[in-house]
């Protein structure tokens, strides 16, 4: 509704639960290119609009993601925006109300965008701090949806189809995730996701021993704390006996 719309879409929630995925679905779903970009402190706003290269002696004005999105009616993603620049942020503002259109002050263009384009941007507010943070005057020109992971049924059958794990095996680890999941903001500062579920699955899909393949894909890459690992380690024994 929000493409037929032609509304700028904010979607939130934790690390691993599906957002990226259901953009790319949705995307396949409508039919549009996606154009994909992984924001970070040093993405500029010449890194989305475009810039001037030289290629064989000739300086060539060359688009950027958003550039390419708007002028093709694709759909620009941009995942993580609190974790860029807060010129990059003022860009995407012409973009985001009645306006729609893009200005390249390098060339002297002002795109309009077609009814085909969408803005979508992404990010978790488990991250958010006063230093990271989208301003009140940016989130209030987008609509939003807040994802979270599946319920445990749903999870188990996600987890079973990607990593082709059968489902009376993902029994345990999804009632492990929950476990570990109680655990946040006690001994985790981050839960476990189900992206780390399923590379959980495939390392046990492949013949590795279950404790060996959760401490691998679930203990080591969220916690560093010897204590708060070994705590972790001795609940993976207990679901896996």
């Known amino acids: 509704m929000a493409y037929r719309q032609r ?3 904010l979607i939130k929630g934790p690390t691993g639960c599906g957002k990226t995925r259901f953009i790319a679905h949705m995307a396949a779903r409508l039919e ?4 994909t970009v992984s924001c970070h402190d040093d993405l500029t706003a010449a890194d989305l609009t475009g810039r001037y290269l030289l290629k064989g002696g000739d300086t060539v004005w060359v688009d950027g993601p958003l550039t390419r999105a708007v002028r093709n009616g694709g759909i620009c993603y941009l995942d ?3 974790e860029a620049r807060k010129d ?5 503002h012409p973009l985001t109300d009645d306006r729609r259109f893009l200005p390249l002050e390098r060339t002297g263009e002002a795109l309009a965008a077609p009814d085909e384009f969408m803005l979508v941007v992404s990010y978790n507010p ?3 701090n006063i230093l990271k943070a989208l301003k009140p005057s940016t989130r209030q020109r987008f609509i939003s949806i807040s994802f979270d992971f599946p319920p445990p049924d749903a999870e188990m059958a996600i987890v079973a189809i990607e990593s082709g794990l059968p489902e009376r095996d993902c029994v345990p680890l999804i009632n492990l995730a929950q476990r570990l999941r109680a655990l946040k903001d006690v001994d985790l500062d981050e839960v476990v996701s189900t992206r780390l579920l399923i590379y959980c699955a495939v390392l046990m899909k492949s013949g590795l021993d279950p404790y060996q393949a959760a401490q691998a894909a679930l203990v080591e890459p969220l916690c560093d704390d010897p204590d708060v690992k070994q705590g972790l380690l001795d609940l993976i024994r207990a679901t896996y006996g």
């Open 7 to 9: 509304l700028p879409l």
């Open 32 to 35: 549009r290119p996606l154009h």
């Open 80 to 82: 993580e925006i609190v």
């Open 88 to 92: 990059v942020t003022v860009v995407l």
């Open 126 to 128: 488990g991250y958010q």
